[in-house]
């Protein structure tokens, strides 16, 4: 296992071989917080990153990082994001951070979730991104998280300490309408989508039919009972309904309502239901959120208590076969396998990593043994950028 006192010599003989073979020329490069007036070399870079063409694409992720990254609630300028700027000013790396205040046990603490983490095709053979990450690791945050990472930020990541708890990188797979969910899943074969097509009104006509037996296990029976439109109040309360976790969301009246003016920009691309569920008293017991995209239920967070989970589960499950959903599916919470999970469920681990590093090892140990609360609702998710049709990916 590699210590953080090792991999941080490494890195450092690295960065003076690298620095002495490009000479003067990038002898004053420098890694530094960015400002709200980068945003437009921002907006390029994350053109050239992922292959979109056109400077509509440049203002407009330009004007979404400025607003999630600088306009949040919660900005502090020493977590703030970060640029690798050349010598001759041009950024080439970028990595976003929003600060998100959190309740650790007894104290109140702040976790920097981490995205946008994009570098030039041309410096990938650097550094960069490592430096920017070890920069990153040395705020004074008291833990920094990423929840959409893949296998090349993984690497970089563990190198320098962090780790990946596994439990946070399952999804699980809910069928509401088994045949039409089989035929659209093979239809995503371009070969087979001809086929897909032609028997999609056969499927809905079978998956009536399986309704009508009580034996069916994949049958979702019942009405949506207490169910209602999220409030700020309901996320406001979500500490006391996750209290079993030691690492939980603090939801505050202003930041609460950032998130609920997230969650309709969202609404803009894709429809999407933020729902509560209260008892027969009236009291709040959890919450549901999630999107429809081509017919399938992405749920972004499913909050309760171990008494209230199947029953929020089960609403959720109608409320989404309801919106004409053929099926749910989401990021596994630990609470969720724990707490007598769907049997007709499918699990599998996500492409997208999630990773947490701590300088305090006590939190990142209750990641491991899966008692902090995490959903898309506090992660990377919220953060999304969803671009428009009003430019195009490059075809170079």
Same mark, same amino acid.
Request: net charge positive.
């Given at each position: 296992m590699?210590?953080?006192?090792?991999?941080?010599?490494?890195i450092n003989?690295?960065?003076?071989?690298?620095s002495a073979?490009? /000479?003067? $020329?990038?002898? @004053?490069?420098? &890694?530094?917080?960015a400002? !709200?007036? *980068?945003?437009l070399?921002?907006?390029?870079?994350?053109?050239r990153?992922?292959?979109y063409s056109?400077?509509?694409?440049?203002?407009?992720?330009?004007?979404?990082?400025?607003q999630?990254?600088?306009e949040?609630?919660?900005?502090?300028?020493?977590i703030?994001?970060?640029v690798?700027?050349e010598a001759?000013?041009?950024?080439t790396?970028v990595?976003g951070t929003?600060?998100?205040p959190v309740l650790? /046990?007894n $104290?109140?603490g @702040?976790m920097? &979730?981490?995205?946008e983490? !994009?570098v *030039?095709p041309?410096?990938?053979?650097s550094l960069?991104a490592?430096?920017?990450?070890?920069q990153?690791f040395?705020g004074?945050q008291?833990?920094?998280?990423a929840d959409?990472?893949?296998?090349?930020t993984l690497s970089i990541?563990?190198?320098?300490g962090g780790i990946?708890p596994p439990?946070y990188?399952?999804?699980?797979?809910r069928?509401?309408?088994?045949?039409?969910?089989a035929?659209?899943l093979?239809g995503?074969?371009?070969r087979l989508r001809?086929v897909?097509q032609?028997l !999609?009104?056969l499927a809905?006509m079978?998956d009536a039919?399986m309704?009508?037996?009580a034996?069916?296990?994949?049958?979702?029976?019942?009405?949506?009972?207490?169910?209602?439109?999220l409030?700020?109040e309901?996320?406001m309360?979500?500490h006391?309904?996750?209290s079993q976790?030691?690492i939980?969301p603090?939801?505050s009246p202003?930041?609460?309502?950032?998130?609920?003016?997230?969650?309709e920009n969202m609404r803009?691309?894709?429809?999407?239901h933020a729902?509560?569920?209260?008892?027969e008293?009236?009291?709040?017991?959890?919450t549901?959120i999630?999107?429809?995209?081509?017919?399938a239920?992405?749920?972004?967070?499913?909050?309760?208590p171990?008494?209230?989970f199947?029953?929020?589960w089960n609403?959720?499950l109608?409320h989404?076969?309801?919106?004409?959903?053929?099926?749910?599916?989401?990021r596994?919470?630990?609470?969720h396998?724990?707490?007598?999970?769907?049997?007709?469920?499918?699990?599998r681990r996500?492409?997208k990593r999630?990773?947490v590093?701590?300088r305090?090892k006590?939190?990142e140990?209750?990641f491991?043994?899966?008692h902090?609360?995490l959903s898309?609702?506090e992660?990377?998710q919220?953060l999304?950028h969803?671009?428009?049709?009003e430019?195009?990916?490059?075809t170079?």
């Open positions: 590699i210590t953080q006192s090792s991999t941080d010599q490494r003989t690295e960065i003076q071989a690298l073979a490009a /000479g003067h $020329r990038n002898s @004053r490069a420098r &890694i530094r917080a400002v !709200a007036s *980068d945003v070399a921002i907006g390029e870079l994350h053109g990153v992922w292959g056109g400077p509509e694409h440049s203002r407009q992720f330009a004007e979404h990082f400025r999630v990254y600088f949040n609630p919660w900005f502090d300028p020493q703030a994001p970060l690798h700027e001759d000013g041009r950024i790396a990595l929003v600060v998100r650790l /046990g $104290r109140q @702040r920097a &979730i981490s995205s983490f !994009a *030039d041309d410096r990938r053979n960069v490592l430096q920017l990450l070890r990153l040395n004074p008291d833990l920094t998280v959409q990472s893949n296998e090349k990541w563990t190198s320098l990946a439990q990188s399952l999804q699980w797979f069928p509401l309408r088994p045949v039409t969910a035929i659209k093979s995503r074969k371009k001809p897909s032609m !999609a009104p809905l079978l039919l309704d009508r037996f034996g069916n296990p994949l049958r979702i029976d019942g009405v949506n009972e207490n169910v209602r439109s409030e700020k309901d996320l309360q979500l006391r309904l996750l976790n030691h939980l603090e939801y202003d930041n609460a309502n950032w998130v609920l003016d997230r969650i803009l691309f894709a429809p999407i729902m509560s569920v209260a008892s008293q009236g009291k709040l017991i959890g549901f999630y999107r429809l995209v081509s017919g239920a992405e749920v972004i967070q499913l909050a309760a171990a008494e209230h199947q029953q929020v609403q959720m109608i989404t076969r309801k919106e004409g959903a053929y099926m749910a599916w989401g596994a919470h630990p609470d396998l724990k707490n007598n999970f769907d049997r007709c469920c499918l699990l996500s492409g999630t990773l590093h701590s305090h006590e939190l140990d209750h491991l043994r899966g902090a609360f898309g609702l992660g990377e919220m999304e969803f671009p428009t049709n430019y195009s990916k490059s170079k």
